[in-house]
C-alpha cells in the first residue's frame, strides 16, 4: 500500500474502544502543537486539509488543496 491506502484509528492502552479517525484515502497525520487537535490531509484530486478534536469529532476542512504543516495551532 501506500499514502493513499491509509485509515487511522485510536484505541486505549488496553485495547478498548478502537475508533475509526479517518477513511480510507486518509494521508499524513500530525498532533498539533498544543496536543488538543489532529491534524491531516487527503490524497486525491485535491489534498484537502482537515482539523479534528482528539477524539475524531468536529472533523472541518481548513484548506482545500494545501501542502501538509505539522505545526498549524487550532
Known amino acids: 500500500g501506500d499514502y493513499s491506502d491509509n485509515v487511522y484509528y485510536s484505541i486505549n492502552a488496553d485495547g478498548s474502544e ?7 484515502g486518509a494521508g499524513l497525520l500530525y498532533w498539533t502543537l498544543d496536543k488538543t487537535s489532529i ?10 486539509m482537515y482539523l479534528m478534536e482528539t477524539n475524531g469529532s468536529n472533523k472541518r476542512k481548513i484548506l482545500d488543496d494545501g ?6 495551532m487550532p
Open 18 to 24: 478502537l475508533k475509526q479517525l479517518t477513511e480510507k
Open 39 to 48: 491534524i491531516f490531509n487527503e490524497y486525491g484530486m485535491q489534498r484537502s
Open 67 to 72: 501542502i501538509f504543516v505539522s505545526w498549524v
